[in-house]
């Protein structure tokens, strides 16, 4: 399972170390070499879990974007991760932590000039 691209339709078979991955960043992930470019496909659908290939070539049409097994579309826009944004730090909190801060560095300032 690809924690890249979290709707990912099909398997990919690398023609350069003839894994099985989900994505690019899974390959970079896993491998010490680059991904080999290659213009012929082995992809398994993972609707129906069947194998096939396809050639990118300039006639690719619409067609080509479906598995011909099933009519799984694999060819869509990529959801990723999204990571959540870290909630903001409010003002007010800041200073009440700074004037903490003060306030125990004076008590420790007046303990070491009480000793001295």
């Known amino acids: ?3 890249h691209v979290l709707n990912a ?3 990919i078979r690398t023609a350069c170390c ?3 991955i989900d994505c690019i ?3 970079n992930e896993i491998a010490d070499h680059p991904l080999l470019k290659t213009s012929e496909l082995t992809l398994i ?3 129906c879990r069947k194998a096939f290939r396809i050639q990118f ?3 690719m049409d619409e067609s080509d974007e479906y598995c011909p097994n099933c009519d799984n579309h694999f060819v869509i826009d990529a959801i990723t991760k999204v990571e959540k944004p870290k909630a903001p730090i409010s003002p007010k909190l800041d200073l009440r932590m700074l004037n903490q ?3 125990e560095l004076e008590e ?3 303990e070491t000039t009480r000793l001295g």
């Open 25 to 27: 960043e899974c390959h």
């Open 9 to 11: 339709q099909v398997s």
């Open 1 to 3: 399972m690809c924690k």
């Open 108 to 110: 420790l300032l007046d």
């Open 57 to 59: 070539d300039q006639t």
């Open 101 to 103: 801060e003060e306030k």
């Open 45 to 47: 659908c993972k609707k």
């Open 18 to 20: 003839r894994r099985w």
